[in-house]
């Protein structure tokens, strides 16, 4: 009877405690990503903040807010202390290599080299040790007000270093159907580039389009050319959707991780420090139905395989 009465005792042990962290990671970065944008929308559009600034803090506000999904996901179907951790670790790669990448255009630092040139065959002098991967960083204002284009050609790389500022002119629809005209502008764009160790001057070959003013030129060192920002986002995505599986992440944590990868790759290839904005808005986009939906994609393709492997019987 003792032990019977014993066995009906209930259990005095009350559920375990979740950290605050825990609890509400799902709310955190949301949260904070939406009072940040609004602070920084108002900051922008009083230009209290500069383009590239403003950009930056957009890069950081979607990889806080993907990193968060990503750490909750993963602690949700925790079952050790393992699993909680390898979960910290990629919800903060993935902040990093958002931010990374974004910042890899948008803030590039001191160019190793810059100058103005005017006109056909003027020349910018480089700095010794200044050769291979270079990222040339061009700026022009484009003349008039109707669609147009500016191309140009430098020389002193190894290959011909060619490249355009774009202004395109659309019509949108105001709420009193009134049409307005819409110019969007390209006025910078990065250029990459292998210098000629035999040449220590950049020269402008060729100009064409209705150029306002100078060719503002400024060169960078490139530690991460575009093959190696694809590999790196690619690989980083396929390594998380491998854990993903094999830790039985909340479909959500793979989601956010290639929309993470998609959005830092774009802002990487399209941003410069004077047009960082409107890149992100494609890479929401593009990050979204590209890198989130194709990362969902990946890890299904792997659930697949995976569980085909364990259902074969072991050789003999």
């Avoid at 709310?27 to 903040?49: C, H, N």
């Avoid at 409107?278 to 969902?296: N, T």
């Amino acid at each position: 009877m003792a032990a019977e009465k014993e066995a009906k005792t209930p259990s005095k042990q009350g559920p375990s405690k979740e950290s605050f962290l825990d609890a509400y990671a799902g709310f955190i970065g949301p949260a904070v990503a939406v009072v940040a944008a609004g602070l920084l929308y108002v900051l922008y559009q009083e230009q209290l903040i500069s383009e590239a600034g403003a950009g930056l803090a957009v890069a950081l506000g979607v990889g806080l807010l993907c990193s968060s999904f990503v750490y909750s996901a993963a602690v949700s179907t925790a079952r050790n202390a393992s699993d909680r951790n390898i979960g910290l670790v990629f919800s903060g790669l993935t902040l990093v290599l958002t931010g990374g990448l974004s910042a890899y255009a948008i803030t590039p630092g001191a160019p190793s080299a810059q100058a103005e040139l005017h006109g056909v065959g003027e020349t910018m002098p480089l700095p010794a040790g200044l050769d291979g991967s270079v990222r040339l960083l061009v700026h022009g204002d484009i003349g008039g007000e109707e669609e147009a284009t500016i191309n140009f050609e430098l020389g002193g790389g190894e290959k011909p270093i060619t490249g355009h500022l774009v202004r395109k002119v659309g019509l949108s629809r105001s709420r009193k159907g009134v049409r307005n005209r819409v110019a969007t502008v390209q006025n910078s764009a990065f250029v990459g580039a292998t210098l000629n160790s035999s040449e220590r001057v950049l020269t402008l070959k060729s100009l064409n389009g209705p150029l306002k003013g100078s060719l503002h030129v400024s060169v960078f060192k490139d530690y991460l050319p575009r093959p190696a920002a694809y590999a790196l986002a690619f690989s980083f995505v396929l390594i998380a959707a491998v854990v993903s599986v094999k830790r039985r992440w909340k479909d959500s944590a793979i989601l956010a991780v290639g929309l993470a990868a998609a959005f830092g790759l774009v802002v990487n290839l399209n941003g410069t420090p004077d047009a960082a904005i409107r890149p992100e808005i494609g890479a929401l986009f593009i990050g979204v139905l590209g890198g989130g939906f194709g990362g969902s994609f990946i890890a299904w393709v792997l659930k697949r395989v995976l569980k085909d492997n364990a259902e074969k019987p072991a050789m003999a």
